[in-house]
């Protein structure tokens, strides 16, 4: 028998009132928020695969009464598989005992297939055992309704599977949005980091080098760095690190981005006073519990230091090769917290050929569970003392693969000698 093809008894039919239909998720006072409206649940396509002409009827008929729009019916195994081949169903009703190919070979060859390896297949069977029933869901079967057939259970394990997979595409295309959005707002992101050229330029005339390692995660953790050109041997450079993930999280970063490029001319050359006038204008700007930590500082070549305000960022580190690492203070509320909050700058010493390092706290919890900062500075140590330096540190540290986190290294080296 060829396929009867598309039954469409109109789009104005009504489905009638089924009171045998209990569905546990409509039940309850309140309306599910996840509840599928009848019209998507009716026009979902079904495919009747059945050897058997009276059963291919009843069960159109029990459908059709039901007022399901789109119902096909297929002879054979290879029927189906050759109709499920032009355009995939939303349900297959699949009877298992067939002539040439069975219920069981259809299910085994649709799950080897990827666009058809989540499709729903509710078997019709007269099987009894359990052995049988085992083995129809070995071969790929999802539910099993058995005969003779009752309209009620039929017709409720019909919209069960169909109200699933609406609900399982409604999520596939929500995920796609999403990460589309992440992926616009990660490129974004990515673009308002420094050049290599333009990070080089800002250093070198403080008679430094400036590396920077940036991994932006594929959830968008909120960490932005840059530099600031200053008059003289001079140029700040910040790292912020905004509180939580996502497309929201990026686009406080962008705000706060705006804000140090309107603020570092005016107050760039004080740390303490750029990163109160930030806070200032960011606690304005951010909704109420979003903040962000970060430090900013001015490295001085002329004089040999780096004054710096921090935000409850991770502290600064300096190496020198004379010991171990020195740390600068991390005190100081989170950008956004409290407006009115008075920032300190505090200053560490620069000695030619030492290292500053500015790091995101991720890049320390991938390290020490702890967060002292004692293993990255043992790491840049041994770098530095190997003469590896910078390109060491990133290998080792694998940034990026940690965490679900962004992760952020600077690496500002003193020039040994003028």
Not at 280 to 304: F, H, N, Q, S
Request: one cysteine or more; aromatic letters at 6%.
């Amino acid at each position: 028998m060829t396929a009867d093809g598309w039954h469409n008894p109109g789009c104005g039919a009504l489905p009638p009132s089924d009171a045998g239909h209990s569905d546990a998720r409509d039940s309850g006072d309140q309306p599910c928020e996840c509840r599928i409206p009848d019209c998507t649940v009716l026009d979902c396509p079904i495919l009747v695969v059945d050897d058997t002409a009276f059963n291919r009827t009843l069960i159109g008929a029990f459908l059709a009464e039901a007022g399901f729009r789109q119902v096909s019916f297929a002879a054979s195994g290879f029927e189906a598989l050759a109709m499920i081949g032009a355009a995939i169903p939303d349900l297959l009703i699949l009877d298992i005992m067939m002539p040439r190919m069975d219920g069981f070979e259809v299910c085994r060859r649709l799950r080897a297939m990827p666009e058809t390896a989540d499709l729903p297949i509710l078997v019709q069977t007269a099987l009894s055992s359990g052995e049988d029933r085992n083995r129809a869901f070995a071969a790929g079967t999802t539910d099993l309704v058995s005969k003779p057939l009752e309209r009620t259970e039929l017709l409720a394990r019909v919209r069960i599977h169909l109200e699933d997979r609406v609900l399982i595409r409604r999520l596939q295309t929500y995920r796609a949005r999403v990460e589309a959005e992440l992926s616009i707002a990660r490129s974004m992101q990515e673009h308002l980091l420094p050049t290599p050229a333009q990070s080089a330029a800002a250093a070198a005339a403080a008679g430094c080098r400036l590396r920077a390692h940036s991994v932006i995660s594929p959830n968008l953790g909120g960490d932005l760095w840059g530099v600031l050109p200053l008059g003289g041997r001079r140029f700040g450079a910040y790292l912020l690190n905004v509180a939580g993930r996502g497309v929201s999280a990026a686009l406080n970063a962008f705000r706060l981005h705006a804000l140090l490029q309107e603020l570092g001319p005016a107050h760039g050359e004080d740390a303490a006073v750029l990163m109160t006038a930030l806070n200032d204008r960011a606690a304005g700007l951010l909704a109420p519990g979003e903040k962000a930590t970060m430090i900013y500082g001015v490295v001085d070549g002329e004089a040999g230091r780096f004054i710096h305000a921090s935000a409850d960022g991770a502290p600064p580190m300096i190496l020198n090769g004379d010991g171990g690492p020195a740390f600068g203070a991390a005190a100081g509320l989170p950008i956004g917290i409290a407006p009115g909050t008075r920032y300190r700058s505090d200053v560490m010493e620069l000695p030619r050929g030492s290292v500053l390092a500015l790091y995101s706290v991720a890049v320390l919890d991938a390290l020490d569970a702890g967060g002292t900062g004692i293993g990255l500075g043992w790491m840049i140590a041994r770098a530095v003392e190997e003469g590896e330096g910078f390109d060491a540190v990133v290998r080792s540290l694998a940034l990026g693969q940690s965490s679900g986190d962004d992760h952020t290294l600077l690496w500002i080296e003193r020039e040994a000698a003028e």
